[in-house]
């Protein structure tokens, strides 16, 4: 899907971008307090900012640090200080590489694995239920809509 070429906004389009913007904004603070409140249901010592590391680990059962600092666009110390954090509570594990023994692999512990599909149920339930009046044709224009904008504000 090729995106629109950038030009200045149409003046009459201006309220139409404002109502966008603030939609866009109370999406985000759901997500920030939504982030803040499955970090506590995993675990309660765990920062909001490490379930998108833990989340990719669970997805991908095994990764590098690398692939996920390239990922997430994220420093690599500060990965560093949240896997060693994510270790020190006993939801991520560190396994040596065998081909090259520079390399580590993190990978979910059991723990983890458990606590995650019991949140997973828990908000697809959610989800569902808050879904459940919606008609098919919106469902299908949320998803189409979502995509879209997700692969629009990819990072280049």
């Not at 396994?95 to 908000?123: A, F, I």
């Amino acid at each position: 899907m090729e995106t629109a070429e950038r030009t200045t906004p149409i003046p009459e389009r201006s309220a139409l971008y404002d109502a966008t913007e603030e939609q866009m904004f109370a999406l985000i603070q759901i997500v920030a307090r939504s982030k803040r409140e499955v970090a506590s249901q995993l675990e309660h010592l765990m920062t909001p900012a490490a379930l998108p590391v833990l989340g990719i680990i669970m997805r991908t059962k095994r990764i590098t640090q690398s692939e996920i600092c390239d990922k997430l666009l994220m420093d690599k110390a500060a990965l560093s200080r949240m896997v060693t954090k994510l270790e020190e509570l006993g939801l991520v594990t560190r396994e040596v590489d065998e081909q090259d023994r520079r390399v580590s692999h993190l990978l979910p512990t059991e723990l983890s694995v458990q606590r995650w599909k019991e949140w997973l149920q828990d908000w697809r339930r959610d989800l569902r239920d808050r879904l459940e009046g919606w008609n098919d044709e919106d469902l299908s224009a949320l998803i189409s809509l979502l995509g879209r904008l997700n692969e629009d504000m990819q990072v280049s």
